[in-house]
């Protein structure tokens, strides 16, 4: 009976091993190989720059940027064995002192009150495992902690911990935690920070400081106190630590969301989403958000205040889901860099970029393509025209009645006078001269990609047009003439450092120097005593041209405008379009906010644009445009290009009290002087 009670026992213990061997290497081939886990890298963040190197934002899925353990601070990584793992240089992976420790600890509090979990441990199950709670998973996780160890020295596994583990608020790793919570580079943390970030992955919704401040201050305590009875730290510098104040970095402020996005879209349609989200871009981008957060202020304030004259104005307020909205848009005119986008008035509400995605009538901010065409074309800006009520018809009888927008005509007039005062008439008849097809190259030329409208009716902005487009044309003028290419990115590296794309500044000539000179020189008039003097009267001072625009019956509001290194433009509607208004045109509601960004942002300066070769100056006549003489009451300073200036002294002044010649109006004074000019084709 003995002998078959030995040999029973002996069975079972026999049977025992084999099936625990059994089971143990089946677990361990089930395991997956942990070779490679240095190569491995996971989803990295990309992160965006401005064009002086400071942070914007970045795209993740799950926001993380690997950094070596040189570049970790010591106090980060020893705070983190303290609190974490003390034993973490003693042990294989497993601790087994440890899960006695906590077993008995959590024997006394009769609930889970201390985990066994070591450092290597919780790499494995964030690396390999999922997060569920069986005895399974933990039998595959002690398994794999022992393969880890195998192939890592501590050091490696140390790295890849505070690289994988999960910090709260979206952050993976301690280099994206760092910026997150402090608004700095890891390597820069004090000890009392490193020790408070320390404290959080047990625990990141309880300890995170943004929402918890209390208990994450009592947790960074903790994590000093374990540093000091571990020898890691004196006691002075606990005490020291635990009383330093902390200051958290700004938290959920998006730089120029709206701009981030369109770099993101760029960035997808050359990369891909896979590498947006995962590849640890570093993406250095034109924006500089000195500039971005001076336009943000001079536009949240400017559209407050044009929300309260449009319902002044007698526009109907329909909630806040038909709220005004608007867009600024700011370029370097000798780079195309965009240095400034605003694409609505809050982009948690709306994701709709206004700035590029939006096309709007520009209105008579259109006038200077027009203008910039005739230029070129035979005309100077001493060419009259008449100011007066013409009827236009096509080709089939339908005839159309432009008016000016004062309802005022000045009779005959220079094309800078008509400029200035953005006078329709003028305008119209202009463009039945140049031609609406020449206008239209112009237009392309100069960067409107799409014209809608091919009559005479373009000549007053009817044909939609996005703010980037029409900043793109003024940048044109401001750049004597050489278009130069938007660009929202200049540099993209891998995550690595190795470049993968450098944009150079490019551009072509699409006007003469001289052409472009005289328009600006006609539009700094426009700004000093047109329709754009409003500029003047809210104590800009700097050298400045630009051109209001206002689209029919006050649905849209323009200003573009420029200085000699800054091309800005504004635009102001609702996206559903409606009037906003009686009198919201750009003079009124865009014009104050262009001046305060540029007298804030400090552009000025009484530099003037620079004049090219080939340019006369003359005085004239502001009422002929003939070289002015003894009889001209009033004159002007005009430049033309070599060649196409006046010749002879004006002899115009003969009959004072006339407003202007019959022979002027082809022997008639009628009001409504038809005039049987295709509005299409031309």
């Keep these: 009976m003995r002998n078959r009670i030995a040999f029973t026992i002996a069975l079972l213990i026999s049977v025992g091993l084999g099936v625990g061997i059994a089971v143990i290497y089946t677990y361990m081939s089930e395991l997956p190989e942990v070779g490679d886990m240095m190569v491995y890298r996971p989803s990295l963040a990309t992160r965006l720059y401005d064009i002086n190197g400071n942070y914007i934002d970045e795209y993740f899925i799950e926001k993380r940027t690997w950094i070596s353990l040189d570049k970790i601070p010591d106090y980060m990584v020893k705070a983190t064995i303290a609190i974490e793992d003390e034993r973490f240089y003693a042990h294989g992976g497993i601790d087994v002192r440890g899960i006695l ?85 890891a390597i820069d943390l004090s000890l009392g920070e490193c020790a408070m970030l320390a404290g959080i992955p047990n625990r990141p919704l309880k300890y995170n400081p943004y929402h918890n401040p209390v208990q994450a201050d009592k947790r960074k305590k903790l994590v000093l106190d374990k540093m000091a009875d571990q020898k890691y730290i004196l006691r002075d510098e606990c005490i020291e630590a635990c009383f ?72 109907r307020y329909r909630g806040r889901e038909d ?12 780079t195309g860099f965009i240095k400034v986008m605003i694409g609505g008035r809050n982009y948690k509400k709306s994701v709709f970029n206004r700035a590029v995605q939006a096309r709007r009538q520009p209105g008579s901010s259109f006038k200077p393509i027009l203008y910039t065409a005739a230029m070129e074309n035979g005309f100077t800006m001493a060419s009259t025209l008449l100011d007066v009520p013409r009827v236009f018809s096509d080709y089939e009888g339908r005839e159309w009645r432009p008016r000016n927008f004062s309802n005022k005509y000045r009779g005959k007039v220079t094309l800078h006078e008509a400029l200035q005062h953005s006078v329709n008439l003028v305008a119209v008849q202009l463009m039945a001269k140049v031609g609406v097809r020449t206008v239209t190259e112009y237009a392309r030329r100069m960067g409107i990609s799409k014209i809608t409208k091919r009559d005479l009716s373009l000549a007053l902005g009817s044909s939609e047009a996005s703010l980037l487009e029409m900043v793109g044309a003024f940048s044109v003028l401001a750049n004597g003439g050489a278009r130069m290419k938007p660009l929202a990115i200049h540099l993209v590296k891998d995550s690595q450092g190795q470049i993968l794309e450098e944009n150079f500044i490019s551009g072509e000539p699409v006007i003469s120097p001289q052409a472009a000179y005289v328009m600006v020189h006609t539009m700094q008039d426009v700004i000093n005593v047109g329709t754009g003097r409003n500029i003047r009267r809210l104590g800009f001072r700097g050298t400045a041209a630009g051109k209001t625009g206002t689209s029919s019956d006050f649905v849209d509001a323009w200003f573009i405008g420029f200085t000699p290194e800054m091309c800005l433009g504004l635009w102001m509607g609702y996206d559903s379009p409606r009037s ?46 003939m070289l002015a003489s003894a009889l001209c009451e009033k004159t002007r300073s005009e430049v033309f290009i070599e060649g196409t200036q006046p010749l002879h002294a004006c002899d115009g002044h003969q009959r004072r009290n006339a407003p202007y010649l019959e022979e002027d109006l082809g022997g008639s004074k009628q009001d409504d002087t038809k005039q049987n000019v295709p509005l299409e084709g031309l």
Aim: aromatic residues 10%; proline residues 3%.
């Design 101 to 185: 420790r906590a077993f008995l600890v959590n024997i006394k509090h009769r609930r889970i009150k201390e985990g066994a979990s070591t450092i290597t441990m919780q790499l494995t199950r964030s690396r390999f495992l999922t997060r569920e709670r069986t005895f399974k998973r933990k039998l595959r996780e002690a398994f794999q902690s022992l393969k880890v160890e195998q192939h890592y020295t501590k050091n490696e596994i140390l790295e890849m911990y505070l690289n994988q583990i999960y910090y709260g608020n979206g952050a993976y790793g301690v280099e994206s935690a760092a910026r997150t919570y402090f608004g700095r580079h």
């Design 580 to 625: 906003m208004g009686s009198r919201m045109t750009g003079g009124a509601i865009c014009a104050p906010i262009w001046a305060e960004f540029m007298k804030e942002a400090n552009f000025s300066s009484s530099k003037p644009f620079p004049r090219p070769e080939n340019i006369v100056e003359l005085e004239v006549c502001r009422k002929t445009g």
């Design 244 to 315: 330093a104040p902390i200051s958290l970095a700004r938290t959920e402020i998006q730089n120029a969301p709206y701009f981030t996005e369109y770099v993101r879209t760029t960035l997808e349609k050359k990369y891909g989403t896979t590498m947006v989200y995962h590849g640890g871009l570093q993406v250095y981008t034109t924006l500089d958000l000195g500039l971005q957060d001076i336009a943000q202020r001079a536009f949240m304030t400017g559209i407050a205040t044009a929300t309260d004259k449009a319902r002044r104005a007698g526009s």
């Design 323 to 334: 709220e005004l909205q608007g867009a600024m848009l700011g370029i370097d005119p000798h």
